[in-house]
C-alpha cells in the first residue's frame, strides 16, 4: 500500500487556517509576571 503525498490531498485540509491558529494564546499567570514586555498574541 502507498502512503500519499500531501499534495495529493489539495488544500481543502487546510483553508479554515488562520493567522490565529498559528500561536498558542500566552497564558495570564505569565502575562502577569512581566506585563510590560508580555503580551497576548494577536486574536486571543
Do not use: H
Amino acid at each position: 500500500m502507498r502512503s500519499k503525498l500531501q499534495a495529493d490531498f489539495g488544500t481543502a485540509k487546510v483553508s479554515n487556517v488562520g493567522t490565529k491558529d498559528r500561536y498558542y494564546p500566552i497564558p495570564f499567570d505569565e502575562v502577569k509576571l512581566n506585563p510590560d514586555r508580555m503580551y497576548q498574541n494577536p486574536r486571543y
